[in-house]
């Protein structure tokens, strides 16, 4: 389906790149040990090792952990040719051998060459909007940027061919020492561009430099996010709401991935990997520093004295993880309504009620604008399962039980409603069947798509630009109602990847299917019906316990119950009767007013600002810990696990 992210080359061919690079070794191998003609071994060998640079990521790394890398492959082929000329050729041994040992010599200090010039490169801060920063500019010769796997797959075939053409002619020698030597000069010129580049990139060189432009802009409030590249989402729906309400914020984060994949943002944003770096770089002028999530490293930050702490979350929602007990370490945790704050009432893990405050959601005041009905021909129901989290306990995903079920049943619906299918970024990251589940609608709306002759339009145009989160959001949703608007029929998959928003999928819907969620806390902005899938581990009784927002909606069972319901609300067959009630939710959830929850929220940044300002008058800290300006101090390193886990509430 076009609406899916876009494949790349290494991606479409990585499967038959892995069976060449295997397949090519074993025969080269094979015909060497039966005594096949030479041109049968050169040719194997050269197609497996021109099909090296193609081979996908997860079979490079399973080759890699097996012993059986790039270097061996290598190693390999180079001894495999050196055996079969010694076998047609003996008096050219010597030189075939000393050829096939140059090749992998070299091969070596280039991955050495090469690891230092990465470690050289790789910054130990990155940054954003901070100002122009010579210690982040390290430029370096493209040819030397070549991927080793890249620089090795060039030069060996034209060693193996010169080789081989030896038994015929032996001046064809010249063409492998040739290629070996230009190999020996690229390792060589990385090593030295890798000198020249010195520690330039280090913290004891960066941080000064940070520390001055952190210094000279002085944000007082910190958005702080850990994790890998696909929880990015977790931080970018904070970046439009933190440019209105507190314009002097700095994003800190602690992985490279996040950060290449990080919206625009007029924000200053820093990238601190190492907890040293950061812990040195001390963040002076901060006052408060707000989490959406909780993990791990989340503790080198909150360990700075001077920095209130606040959990954010990145959503709203009845999961139990929207009341962890790690909460328990914020100063202050921001909820949204007052069921926000009786979760934790109920939960009883820690936090008290004091420490509580109802801020409002402010990225749902767009959402709250929005009519009953999105007045389309053909209504549209937006399925929007959660994931099935890291543990059964948290398993609220109703993809792989009630899914398909669910999208074959309005299929066959004698009239005809458009499903918008948007599946949580982390779908089946730790059960299969849920993955397979996924794969399989999306099979059923490419069918359904091909049967009706109406294929999904082609995805829109990424926007990179403007670069504050504010303008880019407007852009973004003028570019996705477009897209929308250009096939009101068919059937799509809106991967988070597409880059098409939530908000836009809830804005062409008529009716939701989602499951406990933050997804749902937001629907209930626009006051439209919405369908609620009962968890597979969970009876109906548990589940209204557990999630009061499920009395304003159809309650979906694996056996189909509700589904004729959603269905005829999505066609507006049936009444809806539950509107008032949904009404009453959203007061409950959302606060009173999502439409002014940007003041709320604006008035709860500078309070906890003022807050932490008069508690280091009262201690009597006048001077805060300093920026770096020199040497990088030690810490202790007694820190909890780094692994992620899906703290905040939210989807």
């Known amino acids: 389906m076009s609406s899916l992210p876009r494949a790349s080359a290494s991606t479409l061919l990585g499967p038959f790149a892995l069976v060449a690079v295997v397949l090519g070794l074993f025969l080269g191998a094979v015909s060497t040990v039966l005594g096949l003609p ?53 008096d050219l041994t010597g030189a075939a051998t000393a050829a096939a040992v140059c090749l992998v010599t070299v091969r070596v200090v280039d991955n050495l060459a090469g690891a230092v010039l990465r470690s050289r490169r790789t910054t130990a801060v990155a940054t954003r909007n901070v100002g122009d920063l010579p210690g982040t500019r390290l430029p370096v010769p ?10 090795a797959a060039a030069i060996e075939p034209f060693v ?10 032996p001046t064809w020698l010249t063409l492998s020492a040739v290629a070996v ?3 020996a000069a690229l390792a060589l010129a990385t090593g030295l561009v890798a000198l020249r580049l010195g520690r330039s990139g280090t913290a004891a060189v960066l941080l000064p430099q940070v520390a001055a432009a952190l210094d000279a802009l002085a944000p007082d409030v910190a958005l702080y996010l850990s994790g890998d590249a696909a929880s990015v989402y977790q931080a970018d729906m904070w970046l439009a709401t933190l440019e209105r309400t507190a314009p002097r914020t700095v994003v800190v984060l ?62 709203d929602s009845d999961k139990n993880a929207s009341f962890n007990p790690f909460t328990r370490v914020y100063d202050e945790v921001w909820v949204a309504g ?55 306990e948290q398993d609220y995903g109703s993809v792989a039980h009630l899914g398909v079920r669910l999208v074959e049943h309005l299929l066959a619906s004698d009239a005809p409603v458009r499903i918008v299918y948007r599946p949580h970024p982390f779908t089946g990251r730790r059960r299969p069947e849920v993955r397979a589940a996924h794969v399989r609608i999306i099979e059923l709306l490419d069918a359904a798509n091909a049967r009706a002759g109406r294929p999904a339009p ?10 504050d989160a504010a ?14 608007a250009s096939s009101p029929a068919a059937h799509l998959v809106v991967a988070p990847r597409t880059g098409v928003s939530m908000d836009a999928c809830m804005t062409v819907a008529d009716v939701l299917v989602t499951d406990v969620s933050s997804v749902l806390s937001d629907w209930l902005a626009t006051g439209r019906p919405f369908g609620l899938a009962v968890p597979a581990r969970l009876a109906v009784d548990d589940l209204v316990r557990l999630a009061p927002t499920a009395s304003g909606g159809t309650l979906l069972l694996a056996d189909g119950t509700g589904l004729d319901e959603i269905r005829d609300l999505a066609l507006g067959r049936t009444d809806d009767a539950r509107a008032d009630e949904r009404l009453r939710l959203r007061t409950h959830l959302l606060g009173p007013s999502p439409a002014t929850a940007d003041v709320t929220f604006a008035a709860a940044v500078r309070d906890i600002v003022a807050r932490s300002e008069e508690r280091l008058a009262r201690l009597g800290t006048t001077d805060t810990p300093s920026s770096a300006a020199g040497a990088v101090t030690s810490h202790d390193a007694l820190v909890p696990s780094d692994d992620a886990a899906d703290g905040g509430a939210g989807r």
């Open 458 to 467: 082609p995805l829109p145009p990424l926007i990179d630009e403007p670069a």
């Open 254 to 315: 602690r992985e490279r991935s996040v950060m290449e994949r990080l919206a625009p943002t007029s924000l200053p944003v820093v990238c601190v990997p190492d907890a040293t770096t950061l812990m040195a770089l001390g963040l002076p002028t901060v006052r408060a520093a707000l989490y959406p999530a909780n993990v791990g490293k989340n503790i080198h930050l909150l360990r700075e004295p001077h920095i209130l702490s606040v959990f954010v979350g990145h959503g």
């Open 38 to 90: 030479l041109v049968v071994t050169a040719v194997a060998l050269t197609c497996s090792a021109v099909a090296e640079p193609w081979l996908a990521g997860p079979a490079r790394a399973f080759m890699r952990r097996a012993s059986f890398g790039h270097s061996v492959r290598l190693a390999g082929r180079a001894a495999l040719v050196a055996l079969a000329v010694s076998r047609e050729a003996p």
């Open 160 to 169: 193996v061919v010169g080789l081989a053409l030896t038994v015929v002619t």
């Open 181 to 183: 030597a230009a190999y």
């Open 142 to 151: 493209a040819a030397v940027l070549l991927p080793l796997t890249t620089r």
């Open 471 to 484: 303008s880019r959001e407007a852009a973004v949703q003028a570019r996705d109602a477009a897209w929308f």
């Open 338 to 392: 007052p069921a926000g704050r009786e979760r934790y009432r109920r939960a009883q893990v820690g936090v008290v009620d004091t420490d509580v405050r109802e801020v409002g959601r402010p990225q749902a005041a767009g959402l709250a604008a929005l009519p009953v009905r999105s007045g389309a021909e053909i209504p549209t129901l937006l399925y929007a399962p959660t994931w099935e989290g890291w543990n059964e």
